[in-house]
Structure formats: C-alpha cells, structure tokens
C-alpha cells in the first residue's frame, strides 16, 4: 500500500517559538501556528474564519534561525510531515498520543510587518548559510566563495552557455 505524508501550512505564530537542546547537542525548536479556514457562512452568508492551531517541531540549524527570526504573530511558510507520538503519563499511567508537523522547510511572508522579526528575506533553506558564515563561505554569492562564483560564471561570459545557478533576485515570483 502506497502512502504520502506531506504537509503545508502557511499561518501565524500563536507564540514565541522555544528552542531548546538535546543532550547530543541537537536544536529543537517547538511552535504553534495559527491556520485560518475561510470559508461563508451559509446561514448569515457572512465569511468566517475558524482557527486550527498546529503544534510544528524543527530540528537543527533550521531551528534554531526559526527562532532567531520569528516571535509571536509572524506569519510563517511551513512545508513537513506529520509525525504521531505516544506515551504514558507519568501522573496517572493514562496513555496519551499527540500528532504534530515536523517541518522540513521554512520561509518567511509578509514582507517586513512589525509582527516579529521577520525581515522577508531569509528562509529555512538559508539557515547553513547564517551558520556557515564563520568557515568563509559568503552569503551574498549563494553560500559560494568569490572564486567559486566566478569560476562558474565564466563559461557563460564566454560563449559556453548559461552557469546553472540563479540568485534569489533572478526569480521572477
């Protein structure tokens, strides 16, 4: 039997995201989104909007700029799967479950409100890059060195062709 689990989720942070560590040293950062569902009534015919509040994890560097860049309110992109705990509670022996996103990429939206700390420009993909920059790669070529990016322009300002790499800014959405 065939099966997907894939989940994306774009809404508000329902509070400060909490980063904490594992013992192997591991960044966990634990957030709630807030989810709007749209939708008109069709007694009134007026629109309303019902909440779904998501519990999301996210592991390591990725984590760890999440919480960085993000508080309360911020608007948050989250792409991940769904995951399913169980457990005994330690209290009363009852066994409890939980489902919950572990996400494997974020991006920031809403493009620089007072929300949080969002700047509209980082994502999760950019995470290493933040992390990284004290090994010499520079962020501003795409997490290449000067060299490396020159290298691999220079076929294409000879004639050979296009370099199979774009900067953020050549997106055209």
Same mark, same amino acid.
């Given at each position: 039997?065939?099966?997907? +689990? ?5 809404? +508000? ?6 980063? $904490?560590?594992?013992?192997? +040293? ?44 993000? $508080? ?40 620089? $409100? ?60």
């Amino acid at each position: 039997m065939s099966s997907y +689990n894939r989940v994306i989720l774009m809404g +508000n942070l329902t509070r400060d995201p909490e980063l $904490r560590y594992t013992q192997s +040293n591991m960044a966990v950062c634990n957030i709630g989104l807030a989810v709007n569902r749209r939708f008109k009534d069709s007694q009134s015919g007026e629109w309303r909007d019902e909440p779904t509040f998501v519990d999301v994890t996210i592991f390591g560097r990725r984590g760890e700029a999440f919480e960085k860049y993000h $508080r309360k309110g911020a608007s948050a992109f989250i792409e991940g799967s769904l995951r399913y705990d169980t457990w005994e509670d330690k209290n009363t022996g009852a066994k409890r479950s939980k489902l919950y996103v572990v996400a494997d990429n974020w991006e920031f939206v809403g493009g620089g $409100r007072d929300t949080g700390r969002d700047t509209g420009r980082d994502t999760g993909r950019d995470a290493d890059r933040d992390a990284d920059r004290d090994t010499g790669r520079d962020a501003d070529r795409g997490g290449y060195s000067a060299d490396y990016a020159e290298e691999r322009a220079a076929p294409a300002a000879a004639g050979g062709g296009e370099p199979d790499f774009l900067d953020a800014e050549d997106t055209p959405f």
